[in-house]
T-cell receptor
Framework: DGGITQSPKYLFRKEGQNVTLSCEQN?????MYWYRQDPGQGLRLIYY???????QKGDIAEGYSVSREKKESFPLTVTSAQKNPTAFYLC???????????FGPGTRLTVL | SQELEQSPQSLIVQEGKNLTINCTSS?????LYWYKQKYGEGLIFLMM?????EEKSHEKITAKLDEKKQQSSLHITASQPSHAGIYLC???????FGTGTRLTIIP
């Protein structure tokens, strides 16, 4: 079955620690995205990548970093510089930027 | 930047009733996507509208794009418990999403 997976489903971290969220897709999509969702708000774009070894900052990239070494994988690191990291993080992929996006199940990050 | 505002923010509807969700853009709409999200899960693609006046239907859900009003509407006929969730409009090219409408269906 083709799809997009995120792990873990729930993640807890202590303040001041970096943490990496995994996102893998086997849809052969070129484009991948990371969004953050907070209660009462829509999705906000963190980073996106349209091709391997290339990525661009979204609206709220500060305190986050990404890599795109393989087509299938687009991990997101939440660094200690992110002031308010507790949120629901969604990864998505698409064949191209104008095509519909396929979303993973999300990772809920809680900073203790 | 282009912004999308959805209304209402929250909607409680009795099972079997019809309902409409609106998505209004701050700039001209050339195309729009509708997604549905179950709480705590990812988004599921519903429909894509690509030109003004376009209307698409899938089962009991109909979406329309009114480019003159810079607005899209999502209409659900004879609502069912399975329709409950959060509905989001989005412009994929701009990587922009609306704030979402939370739909609750009551017996």
């Amino acid at each position: 079955d083709g799809g997009i997976t995120q792990s873990p489903k729930y993640l807890f971290r202590k303040e001041g620690q970096n943490v990496t969220l995994s996102c893998e897709q086997n849809l052969n999509h070129d484009a991948m995205y990371w969004y953050r969702q907070d209660p009462g708000q829509g999705l906000r774009l963190i980073y996106y990548s349209q091709i391997v070894n290339d990525f661009q900052k979204g609206d709220i990239a500060e305190g986050y970093s990404v890599s795109r070494e393989k087509k299938e994988s687009f991990p997101l690191t939440v660094t200690s510089a992110q002031k308010n990291p507790t949120a629901f993080y969604l990864c998505a992929s698409s064949a191209g930027r104008v095509n519909e996006q396929f979303f993973g199940p999300g990772t809920r990050l809680t900073v203790l | 930047s282009q912004e999308l505002e959805q209304s209402p923010q929250s909607l409680i509807v009795q099972e079997g009733k019809n309902l409409t969700i609106n998505c209004t853009s701050s700039k001209t709409l050339y195309g729009l996507y509708w997604y549905k999200q179950k709480y705590g899960e990812g988004l599921i693609f519903l429909m894509m509208l690509q030109k003004g006046g376009e209307e698409k239907s899938h089962e009991k859900i109909t979406a329309k794009l009114d480019e003159k009003k810079q607005q899209s509407s999502l209409h659900i006929t004879a609502s069912q418990p399975s329709h409950a969730g959060i509905y989001l409009c989005g412009i994929n090219e701009k990587l922009t999403f609306g704030t979402g409408t939370r739909l609750t269906i009551i017996p």
